[in-house]
């Protein structure tokens, strides 16, 4: 028996069994660039206002570690506004997808004892995590073949669009092969997710300081190989070679650590707890807090620095769109508001879904404890549902709390230093706040689907969908009032563009109430693990 036995019988058990996320993240992905892509041409007509765009956007080191280097703002076309704008998070998404597919077929089988079972088939040694590479790398590739198809429907540049959207393709690749080898070295699922995750922080910050130095240091990051392709900006095809090369010693290295470790462990061993709990941890806040800390951490410095972004260019949104008036009307939504004020409310509401991913997915982290199996012997001692539960939502609500302020200050600090007024910062605290009741309700949906069904809880995740959704396609796609408002941001002020309305604020935190309550009852009437 080979030790690839079996390899094509896993590639279709896989495919059947995740054939709605995956789905779920090729169709979104390419919706959001493709979307995106689409939106380019009316707001840049003719080449003064592309001009206009390279002019302002090409010597900022703020936009420059955020979007890229800035390849062709020399010679600019709507090509290379469009890598711009999206290159580097599609890029960075495609990452993610390829993390969280790649751990989710590896590292989380085993820890699950999954992996026994498959094992005791007539199964190759390699044959499972071959079969999760081959799926993950042809989920990229549908996932650029998409894109290079859209572009070209959408006028772009035939040789561009087939760069670009093989960067997005190129960057998934990487990050799949260095899953693997992270599901081999860290000791569980978990760690891997964490060691693969941060590599991407890694290679972004790589990236940036590369960027905005002009240095080599950025051709040791694979997001910088794919913006090596200098896609609409006379491409270059060589960092392609240099991505399959890693590619394929990173698969080397994988295979080679895969045969020396035991399945169920990692090369590094996992560490040793204290003898003795600290006293805090011995109640259902300390726990839950303990078991959260790392995602509020995370999640907070996050949208601060996306906060420190959209501030520092707070004082060129005027010049920007001085000779863009369709940009100009995207922005002033808001009756009566000045540009500066509306774009800081269209930041406000991004900081406020960023936040909303932070809040649905702590609102959740008791049905992971309960899928895992922890929840049972937390229950088995003198502790009700209620207060187990009612635990981790407490700390999704501060933290949710943290994580906002943290992104309005962020703005309010960046904004301060570039205008020299000290007072904008509680300002644009407060704007972003404002939005922390229509964040609450989307924690609290989580809650409710998570007290009827353990199935139903992952619907949340499409309640964000929809709310990104209206929020950045709702007036392009012109969608009607009904579902535009349909997304909780929708009836909060934009502040700092509106005046401060608190009926509305007081009627969402209601509902965030009563949803959270609902799903604190249903809980209490099901079985666990159901």
Request: charged residues 10%.
């Amino acid at each position: 028996m080979s030790t690839h036995t079996g390899t094509a019988r896993l590639i279709r058990f896989i495919l059947r069994r995740d054939r709605v996320r995956l789905a779920v993240w090729v169709v979104g992905l390419a919706g959001v660039v493709i979307a995106s892509a689409s939106s380019l041409p009316p707001l840049y007509p003719d080449q003064q206002s592309i001009d206009q765009y390279a002019l302002l956007f090409g010597d900022n080191p703020a936009l420059v570690a955020f979007a890229g280097p800035g390849y062709g703002f020399d010679d600019p076309n709507l090509g290379v506004i469009l890598v711009n704008e999206t290159q580097l998070w599609a890029c960075i998404a495609a990452a993610l997808m390829s993390i969280f597919l790649v751990n989710r077929h590896t590292r989380a089988e085993e820890d699950d004892e999954r992996a026994d079972l498959l094992r005791s088939n007539v199964v190759g040694r390699h044959a499972p995590v071959t079969a999760a590479v081959v799926v993950v790398v042809g989920a990229n590739a549908v996932l650029a073949a998409v894109c290079a198809v859209a572009f070209v429907a959408l006028g772009y540049a035939t040789v561009g669009s087939v760069a670009l959207a093989g960067s997005i393709g190129l960057t998934g690749l990487a990050f799949t092969a260095i899953t693997v080898v992270a599901a081999q070295i860290a000791s569980g699922g978990r760690a891997a997710l964490g060691l693969a995750s941060a590599f991407l922080g890694a290679a972004f910050v790589i990236r940036a300081v590369g960027d905005i130095a002009g240095s080599w240091v950025r051709w040791l990051s694979p997001i910088g190989w794919a913006q090596g392709l200098r896609a609409f900006a006379g491409e270059q095809w060589w960092p392609l070679g240099l991505c399959l090369v890693f590619v394929a010693g990173m698969f080397w290295l994988a295979r080679v650590l895969f045969d020396r470790r035991d399945l169920g462990s990692g090369i590094l061993t996992q560490r040793a707890g204290r003898p003795r709990a600290r006293r805090w941890l011995t109640s259902p806040i300390g726990l839950a807090v303990r078991l959260q800390r790392g995602t509020i951490l995370g999640w907070t410095a996050a949208t601060f620095i996306v906060g420190l972004v959209y501030g520092s260019i707070g004082e060129s949104i005027e010049e920007m769109v001085a000779d863009n008036p369709t940009f100009a009307d995207v922005l002033a939504q808001q009756g009566g508001a000045d540009i500066t004020a509306s774009f800081f409310a269209t930041c406000m509401s991004q900081i406020a879904l960023l936040a909303a991913g932070f809040a649905i997915s702590a609102a959740l982290r008791p049905r992971s404890e309960e899928v895992a199996g922890r929840a049972e012997q937390v229950l088995a001692m003198p502790l009700s549902r209620t207060a187990w539960v009612g635990s981790h939502l407490l700390v999704a609500a501060v933290g949710t709390v943290v994580v906002i302020g943290a992104g309005g200050l962020g703005v309010g600090i960046s904004y301060a230093t570039v205008s020299s007024d000290v007072n904008q910062i509680t300002r644009m605290l407060g704007a972003a706040m404002a939005t922390l009741p229509a964040v609450l309700v989307l924690g609290g949906l989580a809650v409710a689907l998570f007290g009827a069904s353990l199935r139903l809880s992952l619907i949340a995740w499409a309640g964000l969908a929809v709310t990104v959704l209206v929020q950045f396609f709702g007036e392009l796609l012109q969608l009607p009032g009904w579902a535009m408002s349909l997304s909780p941001l929708q009836h909060v002020p934009g502040l700092p563009a509106e005046d401060l309305e608190v009926v509305p604020l007081l009627a969402l935190s209601l509902v965030a109430v009563t949803l959270a309550a609902v799903g604190v009852g249903s809980l209490r009437a099901r079985d666990v693990a159901a």
